[in-house]
């Protein structure tokens, strides 16, 4: 049996993760695990959002994985460490399970300038505070804000993300972001689903910067203060995630010994294989080969 490197999210959005990994280290194995059929988790509670992570986990383990990558950061911000701190030690003590959401605000803090950071991300997410939680315990002097966009991941999930209905939504989140703090500089796309609104993104800090132009612009003096909504800058987390875990393998030689090299990707999801393998090729401009599995 391969032992393959296991990448977990609730939908289609952990694709945009297993891309960056597999772009980076193309050799190793990997199954990719969609929990298509009860996603969004983002409005889910707590409770259920471990549950239904650990059901995950536990399936990419019995198939072989030493190593489960939770590629969302809604279980990543509400189910890891219950998992690495509860389930793991008494019932896979060998096993790993890592988040995106750490690796994220590890690099954060080193591309703002102003120090005010904002993160974009489901209801979940955000409520949890676990951006703020990290970035300013490794950046003290880091500003941290977040803004829940509800309705990102349906657009997505829907096919929706490049039509011209999406263009509301993206501007009225960013419109809410930057108002809680102008200072803001760089934002973190903080669900795996919002890499594909990235053109929207972009296309909606212009119109804003054009709509309401700072001072700066105004008097041809260059701000230091306040960054132009154009200029801010955007982190999508497939790179930052696959460098971290190739880190993680080279200070832990013992899990990357463990892992098999074939180059395979193998996709499941629990709703239909041939709805998945449609919608998947927006995320990775390939077919793919897919399965139908039942979590319980
Ligand atoms: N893609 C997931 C994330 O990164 C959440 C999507 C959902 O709400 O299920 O947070």
Redesign the pocket.
């Known amino acids: 049996m391969a032992k393959s490197i296991g990448i977990f999210?609730?939908?289609y959005?952990?694709l945009t993760i297993l891309e960056g990994i597999r772009h980076r280290m193309p050799d190793y194995d990997y199954i990719y695990l969609g929990d298509n059929a009860r996603?969004?988790?983002?409005t889910r509670s707590f409770d259920v959002v471990h549950e239904f992570t650990l059901q995950a986990v536990k399936r990419l383990f019995a198939m072989g994985c030493p190593l489960v990558i939770l590629g969302?950061?809604?279980a990543s911000a509400k189910a890891l460490r219950s998992i690495q701190q509860n389930y793991l030690p008494t019932n896979a003590p060998d096993r790993r399970v890592l988040g995106v959401i750490r690796p994220t605000a590890e690099v954060v803090g080193t591309m703002s300038r102003t120090g005010h950071i904002g993160v974009l991300?489901?209801e979940g997410?955000i409520n949890s505070q676990s951006y703020n939680l990290e970035i300013e315990k490794l950046y003290p002097s880091c500003t941290v804000v977040g803004q829940a966009c509800p309705m990102w991941?349906p657009l997505v999930e829907c096919g929706e993300y490049d039509k011209p209905g999406a263009d509301y939504f993206v501007r009225d989140s960013l419109q809410k972001l930057l108002h809680q703090d102008p200072l803001i500089d760089t934002i973190i796309l903080g669900?795996?689903?919002f890499p594909l609104l990235l053109p929207k993104i972009e296309q909606q800090l212009a119109q804003l910067s054009t709509r309401n132009p700072q001072p700066s612009t105004l008097n041809s003096q260059p701000s230091t203060l306040t960054p132009q909504p154009s200029t801010i800058k955007l982190i999508p987390q497939g790179q930052y995630i696959a460098t971290s875990l190739e880190d993680y393998l080279r200070r832990h030689p013992d899990m990357d010994q463990r892992l098999s090299r074939g180059g395979t990707c193998q996709y499941l999801t629990t709703e239909s294989a041939t709805k998945f393998r449609e919608s998947a090729a927006l995320f990775l401009h390939e077919e793919v080969n897919v399965q139908h599995i039942t979590l319980n």
């Open positions: 999210d609730s939908g959005g952990g996603a969004p988790y983002g969302c950061n809604t991300a489901t997410t991941v669900c795996t689903h």
